[in-house]
């Protein structure tokens, strides 16, 4: 038992010295973005995703499809297709819309906090109220995967038809899985019909959503980004996604410089107060970090409105491309 306690403190250390340098070099070379040593400091790359991301790759082909389409072959209509108002920069945090940063601690529970996220901030947009709804029954009841992360489609499929999910003071969070409370889960606060996927690798797509609302993402975490303080990140990486943040917005630098506005779930002291600025408009279809690739946002159906403008949802519950 000793040896192995002894081993984990040699691991942390080698790590801790390791990202120290990544923080030393990447500050001194005056980059659009500085890092910082944080509670992650001691951790590898590996060990970081599996305890603090947890987003699962969801099913690319829908009943009926026999192969992955392209954008010109969208089994439906994208809801903000014919959107072209789009401003050159929106927060939607500055409308009152966004829920508080909260910290998921040490569970792979990124995609219950994105699907509660959009889905309050849906809801506050509709209502003028706003209500921190319950990740903790999303990872409890939606058998998703739990703290071993899950996927963005069961998550949003799981609140539609549950018929919505309840409040977080009703089902606190807690970083860990466990049995559903089922008296809790249908004490429902907030409902939604459905979810639409933004089609893939269309920045302009994700902007026209981003514009009327909230949308989840999935992007790829390497050294860098768990080290993040401030600054529009644009360290190099890839685009095996594998956790769930939320774009509540996206603006320009003064130098010309595009980001989109992320809401983590790793606390709020991380990065800017809990939320990263991620480079846009880069030549690469995927995006930054692979953010266009897998973008979704909740929707819900409202008396007596169409699907041609802002705040009219259109369901699409089970396409998931």
Same mark, same amino acid.
């Not at 392209?70 to 939607?92: G, L, M, Q, R």
């Not at 029954?137 to 018929?163: P, R």
């Given at each position: 038992?000793?040896?192995?306690?002894?081993?984990?403190?040699?691991?942390?250390?080698?790590?801790?010295?390791?990202?120290?340098?990544?923080?030393?070099?990447?500050?001194?070379?005056?980059?659009?973005?500085?890092?910082?040593?944080?509670?992650?400091?001691?951790?590898?790359?590996?060990?970081?995703?599996?305890?603090?991301?947890?987003?699962?790759?969801?099913?690319?082909?829908?009943?009926?499809?026999?192969?992955?389409?392209?954008?010109?072959?969208?089994?439906?209509?994208?809801?903000?297709?014919?959107?072209?108002?789009?401003?050159?920069?929106?927060?939607?945090?500055?409308?009152?819309?966004?829920?508080?940063?909260?910290?998921?601690?040490?569970?792979?529970?990124?995609?219950?906090?994105?699907?509660?996220?959009?889905?309050?901030?849906?809801?506050?947009?509709?209502?003028?109220?706003?209500?921190?709804?319950?990740?903790?029954?999303?990872?409890?009841?939606?058998?998703?995967?739990?703290?071993?992360?899950?996927?963005?489609?069961?998550?949003?499929?799981?609140?539609?038809?549950?018929?919505?999910?309840?409040?977080?003071?009703?089902?606190? +969070? %807690?970083?860990?899985?466990? =049995?559903?409370?089922?008296?809790?889960?249908?004490?429902? #606060? @907030?409902? &939604?019909? !459905? *979810?639409?996927?933004?089609?893939?690798?269309?920045?302009?797509?994700?902007?026209?959503?981003?514009?009327?609302?909230?949308?989840?993402?999935?992007?790829?975490?390497?050294?860098?980004?768990?080290? +993040? %303080?401030?600054?529009?990140? =644009?360290?190099?990486?890839?685009?095996?996604?594998?956790? #769930? @943040?939320? &774009?509540? !917005? *996206?603006?320009?630098?003064?130098?010309?410089?595009?980001?989109?506005?992320?809401?983590?779930?790793?606390?709020?002291?991380?990065?800017?107060?809990?939320?990263?600025?991620?480079?846009?408009?880069?030549?690469?279809?995927?995006?930054?970090?692979?953010?266009?690739?897998?973008?979704?946002?909740?929707?819900?159906?409202?008396? !007596?409105?169409?699907?041609?403008?802002?705040?009219?949802?259109?369901?699409?519950?089970?396409?998931?491309?």
């Amino acid at each position: 038992m000793q040896a192995m306690r002894d081993k984990d403190k040699k691991k942390q250390y080698e790590a801790f010295k390791a990202n120290l340098e990544i923080v030393h070099s990447t500050n001194k070379a005056k980059k659009r973005y500085k890092l910082q040593m944080n509670k992650f400091a001691g951790m590898g790359k590996a060990e970081f995703q599996i305890k603090y991301t947890g987003l699962k790759a969801s099913p690319k082909i829908w009943p009926g499809m026999k192969s992955i389409v392209s954008e010109a072959e969208w089994p439906h209509p994208f809801k903000y297709c014919n959107f072209t108002d789009v401003p050159p920069a929106i927060d939607w945090r500055a409308q009152g819309v966004v829920t508080p940063v909260v910290n998921q601690g040490r569970c792979g529970s990124c995609y219950a906090f994105a699907a509660a996220d959009t889905i309050a901030s849906l809801h506050a947009i509709r209502t003028k109220q706003l209500i921190e709804l319950s990740p903790k029954e999303i990872l409890d009841c939606c058998n998703c995967g739990g703290c071993n992360g899950g996927k963005m489609h069961d998550a949003f499929l799981y609140v539609a038809n549950n018929k919505g999910v309840t409040t977080a003071k009703n089902y606190p +969070y %807690k970083p860990v899985a466990e =049995t559903c409370n089922v008296k809790k889960e249908h004490d429902v #606060a @907030v409902e &939604i019909h !459905g *979810y639409e996927r933004v089609p893939f690798n269309s920045e302009p797509a994700l902007m026209a959503s981003v514009a009327n609302q909230p949308v989840q993402a999935s992007i790829e975490c390497e050294e860098p980004f768990m080290l +993040y %303080k401030e600054g529009v990140m =644009t360290a190099p990486t890839g685009t095996n996604t594998g956790h #769930a @943040v939320v &774009i509540v !917005g *996206y603006d320009t630098d003064p130098d010309g410089t595009k980001y989109w506005i992320a809401k983590n779930s790793w606390g709020t002291d991380w990065g800017e107060e809990g939320y990263v600025r991620l480079l846009r408009g880069v030549p690469e279809k995927e995006g930054y970090s692979g953010v266009n690739t897998k973008p979704r946002f909740p929707t819900r159906e409202e008396v !007596g409105q169409d699907d041609t403008g802002r705040g009219d949802p259109v369901v699409h519950m089970s396409r998931d491309l």
